[in-house]
């Protein structure tokens, strides 16, 4: 059997896990997130990879007169010469975006640690600040639980629920994303909040 140490970030997660526990509090739970699971992965691709070559395509055939001309142009030309190159930026930032989304959240989950203690549920997420999400076994409300066969889920919490001005009702959850063992972190709540 091959053992595997914990990674400089993993243990950096575990180490600002254990400095925000409370003092009497003992960790009953504890998972990862998995990057695959977060948000809808490489899937994105299908729409990212057509829209920046598009993006890229458009930036080239509006830079390539500019390269293959030998005169001066006239100031009409020049200023769609100046204009379009420049409107196609954006698109090619987004698309840019659009590809970094996959990798960036599997970075993302790599800082994450979600963890069950006797007294609440946390999630979190060291990277450049510490993000910390917590709410009480107290608060814990209505729970919907989304597995796959093998056992990574999603589990979503109410929290709170108010009345805003319009007179809408609005409810505050708590959610956990790709997370492996949700039916055990799942029945754990439950078993507490009885």
Request: proline fraction near 6%.
């Amino acid at each position: 059997m091959i053992s595997t140490s914990p990674s400089p970030i993993e243990q950096q997660v575990a180490k600002a896990l254990h400095a925000s526990l409370l003092p009497d509090e003992t960790i009953l739970w504890m998972e990862q997130p998995l990057a695959n699971r977060l948000g809808r992965g490489f899937a994105i691709w299908f729409f990212a990879v057509p829209w920046t070559l598009f993006a890229l395509f458009w930036e080239s055939m509006t830079i390539l007169p500019w390269l293959k001309s030998s005169h001066t142009p006239d100031a009409f030309t020049l200023g769609f010469g100046i204009a379009f190159p420049i409107f196609g930026l954006p698109f090619i930032a987004i698309g840019f975006y659009l590809l970094s989304l996959p990798i960036r959240a599997m970075m993302l989950a790599r800082r994450t640690v979600v963890a069950l203690t006797g007294k609440r549920l946390i999630r979190l997420v060291v990277a450049r600040d510490t993000k910390l999400d917590c709410v009480s076994l107290k608060q814990i409300g209505p729970m919907r639980r989304r597995e796959s066969a093998d056992g990574v889920g999603d589990l979503s919490i109410e929290t709170h629920s108010r009345v805003d001005s319009d007179g809408d009702r609005v409810t505050e959850r708590f959610e956990i994303t790709g997370v492996p063992r949700v039916a055990e972190l799942e029945r754990l709540l439950l078993e507490r909040a009885l």
